[in-house]
Structures are given as structure tokens and as C-alpha cells.
């Protein structure tokens, strides 16, 4: 819940990212009904996704919204 201040961390799943560009090829959620699935792609091909965890009341989560409230972390650093 971004209202209560929850966060994703993805510590050490990016070797390949340095946190300045689109992480979008790398972390992506797919809605369904009221849940949605975390999808991760290590390389960061963004054509290798697998599924990671099934957020309930997740379906309107994306990459972008959550990094606008500073709720994804990557090894110990909020990104913005």
C-alpha cells in the first residue's frame, strides 16, 4: 500500500542497471481482475519476464507510478 509507505526492494537483482535509465526492460506488472503479477527480467532485455510475486489489490501498480512515490529501492538507494 503506497498510503502506508511500502516499498519494493530489488537489492542486487539489476547488475546491469546503475539507476539512471528507463526500468521499465527490467521490472514491469501485469494487471489482472484486482491483483497483478511482478514480473522481473535480470538482463533487463525486457523479452525474459518472470514472474516474481501476485500483488492482491495490485492492478492499477506500474513501474512508473511507483517510482513518482519513491517506493522502489535498488541496493539500499531509492530511485527517482
Given at each position: 500500500?503506497?498510503?502506508?509507505?511500502?516499498?519494493?526492494?530489488?537489492?542486487?537483482?539489476?547488475?546491469?542497471?546503475d539507476?539512471?535509465?528507463?526500468?521499465?526492460?527490467?521490472?514491469?506488472?501485469?494487471?489482472?481482475?484486482?491483483?497483478?503479477?511482478?514480473?522481473?527480467?535480470?538482463?533487463?532485455?525486457?523479452?525474459a519476464?518472470?514472474?516474481?510475486?501476485?500483488?492482491?489489490?495490485?492492478?492499477?501498480?506500474?513501474?512508473?507510478?511507483?517510482?513518482?512515490?519513491?517506493?522502489?529501492?535498488?541496493?539500499?538507494?531509492?530511485?527517482?
Open positions: 500500500n503506497l498510503a502506508h509507505g511500502d516499498r519494493i526492494e530489488f537489492r542486487d537483482m539489476f547488475p546491469g542497471y539507476g539512471s535509465g528507463d526500468l521499465n526492460p527490467y521490472v514491469r506488472f501485469l494487471a489482472a481482475r484486482t491483483t497483478s503479477t511482478l514480473d522481473v527480467d535480470p538482463s533487463g532485455s525486457g523479452t519476464f518472470q514472474e516474481l510475486a501476485t500483488i492482491r489489490n495490485g492492478r492499477h501498480l506500474s513501474v512508473d507510478k511507483l517510482m513518482d512515490a519513491d517506493a522502489i529501492l535498488i541496493d539500499h538507494s531509492i530511485i527517482l
